[in-house]
């Protein structure tokens, strides 16, 4: 009598499906994707492509945030993978002087649908590794050219996105309190033209932070993200210092977990412009961002998340001074104006959705 094969378990066959995406995905993608062409950094415009639209990094394998490391390592010889979509609104909207009073608004990135495979590796020792390739599927808009041309080339729909290397290193595990340190090193391979590559190498190394009460988790992160600056509609992009803030509150244990993350940072310069009547104006960015999710646990081996969220009305500080030689009472003394506004590479609705799974011991 022949032998009939048991049929395969359904975790047997979701771990075998998780690890093909893994790896066939980014390979299709990267097969698929234009090779990233070098762009000009530091026009003589002051318009700068280099600016990526998305500034919010998605950590790589299996994670509570999305945005907000864990400073839980992975198990020596454990690996866990992610694949996480996304979709911003205007992470990059501009405004022109106009006839209209309301001024000239430009789409350099109106949409972008956006993927981001990684991976995490346990080495133990509290030390683990992790990779995020980011990819982008397909996006509109008008680019930085069309800041001063209206004849400007088309945006590259597709791009590949600069990859990140992150080390993470626990330094304390004492009850429910955990502390680690985390260093991310960005490999400027992107397209800059694309809006999806930095300038160059990006240093960010953090602080984090988390407790564990009962259902409810809070965790933090502190740090900084060294870079080369550029400019882009009277503001720089380059080394800022920020913080993340997280909460995640188990609702129904496996099935449902609530969670949410705040992000705010600072840049660290001043960026000064003049108009053509001589009056100069100074501004400083200080984007932020909010996201709140759901997450449910099908296996003990696959987390799905789902989040959404969008910039903060934080203030960008605009500082006006008038002409030289300008007299006292003549309207033009200098003022201080706050704008409410979506700062660059904070996109105004940002979805996402996640799916991470653990798979055993090496």
Not at 306 to 311: Q, V
Request: charge should be neutral.
């Amino acid at each position: 009598m022949a032998a009939r094969c048991a049929p395969a378990r359904p975790a047997t066959i979701l771990r075998l499906t998780m690890k093909r995406l893994t790896l066939a995905v980014p390979l299709a993608l990267l097969l698929c994707t234009a090779r990233a062409r070098a762009a000009d950094c530091t026009p003589a415009s002051r318009q700068s492509p280099c600016v990526p639209a998305s500034a919010l990094w998605v950590r790589p394998g299996a994670s509570p945030f999305l945005l907000l490391p864990d400073p839980e390592p992975e198990a020596a010889g454990r690996v866990s993978v992610s694949l996480t979509g996304e979709y911003s609104l205007s992470p990059l909207t501009l405004e022109a002087a106009s006839p209209d009073p309301a001024g000239r608004e430009i789409p350099v990135v109106k949409h972008r649908v956006g993927l981001t495979a990684g991976a995490r590796l346990g080495l133990g020792q509290g030390l683990d590794l992790g990779l995020s390739l980011p990819l982008v599927l397909f996006q509109e808009g008008t680019g930085a050219r069309a800041v001063t041309s209206r004849s400007a080339s088309p945006l590259p729909q597709q791009a590949l996105g600069d990859p990140r290397l992150e080390a993470r290193f626990q330094l304390l595990h004492v009850d429910d309190f955990r502390a680690a340190i985390s260093n991310t090193l960005l490999l400027p391979l992107g397209d800059e033209s694309a809006h999806a590559g930095e300038r160059g190498f990006v240093m960010a190394p953090e602080l984090l932070g988390s407790y564990q009460r009962g259902r409810l988790q809070l965790s933090a992160a502190l740090g900084a993200r060294l870079r080369q600056p550029v400019e882009l509609g009277g503001a720089e992009h380059g080394t800022e210092l920020g913080a993340l803030f997280g909460a995640r509150l188990t609702a129904l244990p496996r099935w449902l977990t609530l969670s949410a993350e705040l992000s705010v940072s600072s840049g660290l310069s001043w960026v000064t412009t003049e108009s053509a009547g001589g009056a100069t104006s100074e501004r400083l960015e200080r984007p932020a961002a909010w996201l709140l999710g759901i997450a449910t646990t099908p296996t003990p081996e696959l987390r799905v998340l789902l989040a959404g969220g969008g910039a903060l009305p934080l203030s960008v500080t605009e500082r006006t001074s008038p002409p030289q030689g300008a007299l006292p009472g003549s309207g033009a003394e200098p003022v201080s104006d706050t704008h409410l506004s979506a700062a660059l590479g904070v996109p105004a609705f940002h979805g996402l959705l996640s799916l991470q799974y653990q798979f055993g011991a090496l």
